[in-house]
């Protein structure tokens, strides 16, 4: 597949864009022309301006930017007296005029100079980019977080999952968004070509990722899933270079290793949830013989948790791990299996899971279905969990019902081996 038919595929019907670039110069400060895009009207003239201030904008330190963000964050805030004076129109009266008056009243401009911005060709990758800049001063300039919140408000309409656009990636596609791939890999380093070769062309690997037709070359989140026989027990087998393809017709198991958010400037935009069922989808109408649908997938937070607890086995399961003493981690593996499967279940922040990936997969309706010691035993495997992974099923039959029971109540779904696990060790605790 050329370059041209991959992002043919994903532009199909849209008009060409001209590619993002400076626009004629000008005299006008970036405030000024700030003020000139919020109040103009014209269409043309309004690209023209808004590719200038991006322009300005690549081009500002750090003190420039701050003061940019100020300009926003206060310089286009809402009017509190006109929404008050809209919202009591609005309940004494409550049409459709003094309800548009009150929608009005409530939206900052800064959200209309925002899209107005985004009419530059290329300007959503810019203010991706933009995004990033303000998380990064955010931590020490709280009173930007109204800012922030905007963005988060535009983006989630902008990449709407009903804007996306899924593509396999696979050996063939465009050198320049397997460069990307292998950069953007954030659970299983891609160390070079033959590692990624050997990720996406023997015929039992499969890698899906999700793209915006306002961003061709950025993928957004991506998908590495190992067909399989059955349910790996360590990701260093999927991994290994010696490794035989497994024949498709005897892959009965989808396996979910690595799923990888590109664009950090996107934080808070959900798309790993529809992104996995839409995968599932394509690979049941591909090969419908699969019947189990799997991850394989890290606890990081499982070492911090462990050594804030009491006990003589947390704390020798953490010694371990920061000796990075393999061997000892090993013959510690029913301990390691029942630590990681009590973490999951019973540590608790607020009162969802304290783990992110365990939050983000039971919020998609799977349940946790195994949990693997030695699946992991890199550098990295060691430190955030003793090398313990854990497997989330994707029950078809049950993920719906998965998602609301965790929406609703936090309800975390476990499969009889966790449970028979969690019991035994509770019996085993009493007896000592």
């Given at each position: ?7 043919s595929?994903i ?17 006008q ?34 003190g420039?930017r701050?003061a940019?963000?100020r300009?926003?964050?206060q310089?286009?805030?809402v ?12 309940g004494k009266a409550?049409?459709?005029?003094s ?19 985004n ?13 990033l ?6 931590h020490?300039?709280p009173?930007?977080a ?25 050996w ?8 990307k ?6 659970v ?8 990624l070769?050997?990720?996406?062309l ?10 915006h ?11 590495e899933?190992a ?10 087998s ?6 035989t ?17 590109c ?24 090969l ?5 649908f ?9 070492m911090r948790h462990?050594?804030s607890?009491?006990?003589?086995a947390?704390?020798a399961?953490?010694?371990a791990?920061?000796?990075?003493d ?22 608790k ?12 997969h ?24 003793a ?18 029971g965790f929406?609703?109540?936090n309800r ?8 028979t696990?969690?019991q ?9």
């Amino acid at each position: 597949m050329g370059r041209f038919s991959f992002f043919s595929e994903i532009v199909t019907g849209l008009l060409e864009r001209t590619p993002f670039g400076a626009p004629e110069g000008t005299d006008q400060t970036l405030d000024a022309l700030c003020h000139a895009l919020l109040s103009g009207r014209g269409e043309i003239s309004g690209k023209r301006v808004a590719q200038d201030i991006l322009s300005r904008y690549k081009g500002l330190d750090a003190g420039e930017r701050l003061a940019f963000f100020r300009l926003m964050a206060q310089g286009m805030d809402v009017d509190t007296k006109a929404v008050i004076r809209a919202a009591e129109a609005y309940g004494k009266a409550p049409t459709g005029a003094s309800y548009a008056g009150l929608a009005d009243a409530a939206e900052p401009p800064r959200q209309e100079f925002l899209r107005r911005l985004n009419q530059a060709p290329g300007a959503t990758l810019e203010l991706v980019r933009m995004r990033l800049d303000l998380l990064g001063v955010l931590h020490d300039h709280p009173e930007l977080a109204p800012l922030d919140l905007d963005f988060i408000h535009l983006f989630r309409s902008w990449f709407n999952r009903g804007f996306l656009v899924l593509r396999r990636i696979d050996w063939h596609t465009p050198a320049n968004i397997l460069e990307k791939i292998i950069a953007y890999e954030a659970v299983h380093a891609i160390n070079d070509w033959s590692d990624l070769q050997r990720r996406l062309l023997p015929e039992d690997r499969r890698c899906f990722a999700f793209f915006h037709p306002a961003m061709l070359e950025e993928p957004l989140i991506f998908v590495e899933v190992a067909l399989c026989k059955g349910i790996p027990g360590s990701v260093q087998s999927l991994l290994a270079e010696t490794r035989t393809p497994l024949p498709l017709a005897q892959a009965d198991t989808a396996v979910f290793y690595s799923i990888s958010n590109c664009q950090e400037g996107l934080r808070g935009i959900s798309f790993g949830n529809s992104l996995i069922k839409q995968v599932v989808e394509e690979l049941r109408q591909e090969l419908p013989h699969l019947d189990s649908f799997v991850t394989l997938s890290p606890i990081p937070g499982l070492m911090r948790h462990l050594a804030s607890q009491e006990g003589e086995a947390p704390r020798a399961i953490a010694r371990a791990a920061k000796a990075g003493d393999r061997k000892r981690l090993e013959a510690m593996g029913p301990q390691i299996r029942l630590a990681a499967a009590d973490y999951l279940v019973n540590a608790k922040r607020g009162a969802a899971p304290l783990d992110p990936v365990a939050r983000f997969h039971l919020g998609n309706g799977a349940l946790i279905h195994r949990v693997h010691a030695g699946a992991d035993i890199s550098d990295n495997g060691i430190r955030q969990s003793a090398g313990a992974m854990v497997s989330y099923l994707y029950d078809l039959a049950r993920v719906e019902a998965n998602h609301e029971g965790f929406a609703t109540a936090n309800r975390v779904v476990i499969s009889k081996e966790i449970k028979t696990l969690l019991q035994t060790g509770a019996a085993q605790g009493k007896q000592t």
